[in-house]
Structures are given as structure tokens and as C-alpha cells.
């Protein structure tokens, strides 16, 4: 698993349902996604500003369509306590 694979090489252990919860994983990863951000030039406005991980997939809640487009009034209502 890829998410793991970074947690475990910056130093953070554990299983996916307990590294979704981990604020010091959740940083880690915020981090990365900034450095990379700036490394390929974007602006402030295009940067991450927050971000929350979920253990699961958008086709396990029902959020795709058949062409794979997300469904965003299910969605929101799916997520709307971390929104």
C-alpha cells in the first residue's frame, strides 16, 4: 500500500485505520503534497490548504458514477462532518 509504504518511510507505524487518525501522519503527508506543489510552481491558491484521509475508496461509499465521475451532492453529504 502506498499510503503505508510513505507513512513507514517517514518514520510512522501502523495500520491504515489507525494511520488516517494520526495527526502526525495526516502532516507528513500535507507536507509533502506543499513541497511538491512548490517544486512544480504552483501558486498559493493551487496548494492543498487542508486535508483529511479516509480509509476506503469513493466506489465503496456509492460516490462514482459508471464512468467514474464523482457524485458530488452524495458526497457532501456523505462527508459533511470533515467538511
Not at 19 to 42: P, T
Amino acid at each position: 500500500m502506498p499510503f503505508v509504504n510513505f507513512c513507514k518511510g517517514v518514520g510512522i507505524n501502523g495500520n491504515v485505520e489507525a494511520l488516517v487518525k494520526n495527526e502526525q501522519a495526516i502532516q507528513a503527508i500535507w507536507a509533502d503534497l506543499y513541497i511538491r506543489g512548490k517544486k512544480e510552481g504552483l501558486f498559493g491558491f493551487e496548494q492543498v490548504k487542508q486535508l483529511i484521509l479516509i480509509n476506503g475508496a469513493f466506489q465503496e461509499f456509492g460516490l462514482l458514477t459508471d464512468s467514474f465521475k464523482l457524485k458530488r451532492f452524495k458526497a457532501k453529504t456523505h462527508f459533511a462532518d470533515e467538511i
